[in-house]
């Protein structure tokens, strides 16, 4: 029986790996709830839930939405929950996502990567087409950008999944990160070896 991962996982397996190793084979946590921009991040996906309910961004195209729903997938042995899924006039869905962070002029890998899962998480529900996702920057005034969805994202986005699948399964300790700033503020950093 495999088990089943989170859309965080794969965040943190960007991130560094080793976090996968920490969490899940050796069950030390990362007490992530204890960190302001976590915490301020449940808060603005908390709000978000809570207000314009009713309201849909006629300029993309949206004729309905759904607020943070809860899904898993057997097939490739993810769940998460979405912020809203978008029913679009063209006939296709499309997650949106809330970032408790500014937008600098490009998307971070962590958050389309993270919009590719719940694209395939849509597609299984729903059997419906999912060609693009929205993530919306509550710091930069709530700036929506748009993910062209592709084939090699899809297939990056399962490679992964299945890497962090082998790090559970097998307990292998896999390569840090080979970004040396990820370091520095790692909650593992007094246990990982460099």
Not at 50 to 57: F, I, V
Not at 99 to 126: D, G, P
Not at 164 to 186: E, H, M, R, V
Request: charged residues 30%; aromatic residues 14%; glycine residues 4%.
């Amino acid at each position: 029986m495999n088990p089943t991962i989170t859309t965080s996982d794969l965040i943190e397996y960007c991130y560094c790996p080793r976090f996968i190793y920490f969490i899940y084979c050796l069950c030390i946590p990362q007490w992530e709830e204890k960190r302001f921009k976590v915490l301020k991040g449940r808060e603005i996906h908390k709000i978000k839930a809570e207000t314009n309910k009713t309201y849909l961004r006629k300029k993309l195209g949206v004729l309905k939405k759904e607020i943070e729903v809860p899904l898993n997938s057997e097939k490739h042995h993810i769940h998460g929950k979405v912020d809203e899924i978008l029913t679009l006039d063209d006939g296709t869905m499309a997650p949106m996502d809330y970032k408790f962070a500014e937008y600098k002029e490009k998307l971070f890998r962590t958050h389309k990567y993270q919009s590719y899962v719940y694209a395939l998480l849509i597609k299984e529900n729903y059997q419906k087409e999912v060609n693009r996702g929205f993530i919306c920057y509550a710091r930069s005034n709530y700036l929506v950008k748009e993910i062209e969805f592709t084939r090699k994202g899809f297939d990056e986005v399962i490679s992964i999944v299945d890497e962090i699948l082998k790090i559970i399964q097998t307990g292998y300790f896999p390569k840090k990160t080979k970004y040396a700033s990820c370091c520095i503020d790692c909650c593992y950093s007094n246990i990982c070896i460099k």
